[in-house]
T-cell receptor, first 115, second 114 residues
Framework: EAGVVQSPRYKIIEKKQPVAFWCNPI?????LYWYRQNLGQGPELLIR????????DSQLPKDRFSAERLKGVDSTLKIQPAELGDSAVYLC?????????????FGPGTRLTVT | AQSVSQHNHHVILSEAASLELGCNYS??????LFWYVQYPGQHLQLLLK??????LVKGIKGFEAEFIKSKFSFNLRKPSVQWSDTAEYFC????????????FGTGTQLKVEL
C-alpha cells in the first residue's frame, strides 16, 4: 500500500514569493490533515479536511495561507506571500475517518526555506 | 488548550541501556495518547497508542508505555535499546470527541551509541 505522498520534498523561495505544497493521501482515507513543524518543535495542526470540507481550520493563518481539497482526495496548501517565519516542515497526514479512533499516517513532509 | 510536555530534549544512551522518556499532558478530560517515532530521513510513524483498558501498552520494536491518569503521564520505556533506535520520539494527545486533532510535544532526540 502506498503511503501519503507529498511534493516537493524541499523548496527554497525568497520572502514575499508564493509557494504551494501538494499532498496525495492514502487511497480510501477521507480525512486529511496539514501540520506545520517548526525547528525543534512538534507538528502543529493547520487544517483538517473530511472529504472536501475543512472541518477545523482554526489554526490556519488565513491572511496568507489557503488550502483546498476539491475532489476529496488530493490537497494543496498555499502560502502567499511567504514570510521568513514560514520556514518549517509542512506535513500532510491522512486517516480513514475523522474520529479519534483512527490512526493518522504521515507523509515525508515538505521542507520550506524562506530567504 | 491542551498541551504536551516532553522533559528530555536530547538523550544519549549506550546500547543495551534502559530507556524512559517522559511525557505529561495538561487536559483533564478523557484523552487518547500516542507515541510517534521519526527515524533519520523517514516520516513520522506510530509506535504505540492508548485508548482505553490496560494502562500498560505494548508497541512495536519492544517499546511500551504506561498511562498513569493521576499523574497525567504517558512515559515511554524500553528495557534495552539498540543502535537502530536512534530517532526522534514525539508524544501526542487527542481529546476523546475532539475530532482527531493531535497535540504533539516538542520531541526527544535519542542517540544510541555502540
Amino acid at each position: 500500500e502506498a503511503g501519503v505522498v507529498q511534493s516537493p520534498r524541499y523548496k527554497i523561495i525568497e520572502k514575499k514569493q508564493p509557494v504551494a505544497f501538494w499532498c496525495n493521501p492514502i487511497s480510501g482515507h477521507n480525512t486529511l490533515y496539514w501540520y506545520r513543524q517548526n525547528l525543534g518543535q512538534g507538528p502543529e495542526l493547520l487544517i483538517r479536511y473530511e472529504n472536501e470540507e475543512a472541518v477545523d481550520d482554526s489554526q490556519l493563518p488565513k491572511d496568507r495561507f489557503s488550502a483546498e481539497r476539491l475532489k476529496g482526495v488530493d490537497s494543496t496548501l498555499k502560502i502567499q506571500p511567504a514570510e521568513l517565519g514560514d520556514s518549517a516542515v509542512y506535513l500532510c497526514a491522512s486517516s480513514l475517518a475523522g474520529t479519534t479512533a483512527y490512526e493518522q499516517y504521515f507523509g515525508p513532509g515538505t521542507r520550506l526555506t524562506v530567504t | 488548550a491542551q498541551s504536551v510536555s516532553q522533559h528530555n530534549h536530547h538523550v544519549i544512551l549506550s546500547e543495551a541501556a534502559s530507556l524512559e522518556l517522559g511525557c505529561n499532558y495538561s487536559y483533564g478530560g478523557t484523552v487518547n495518547l500516542f507515541w510517534y517515532v521519526q527515524y533519520p530521513g523517514q516520516h513520522l510513524q506510530l509506535l504505540l497508542k492508548y485508548f482505553s483498558g490496560d494502562p500498560l501498552v505494548k508497541g512495536i520494536k519492544g517499546f511500551e508505555a504506561e498511562f498513569i491518569k493521576s499523574k497525567f503521564s504517558f512515559n515511554l520505556r524500553k528495557p534495552s535499546v539498540q543502535w537502530s533506535d536512534t530517532a526522534e520520539y514525539f508524544c501526542a494527545v487527542n481529546r476523546a470527541g475532539g475530532g482527531n486533532k493531535l497535540t504533539f510535544g516538542t520531541g526527544t532526540q535519542l542517540k544510541v551509541e555502540l
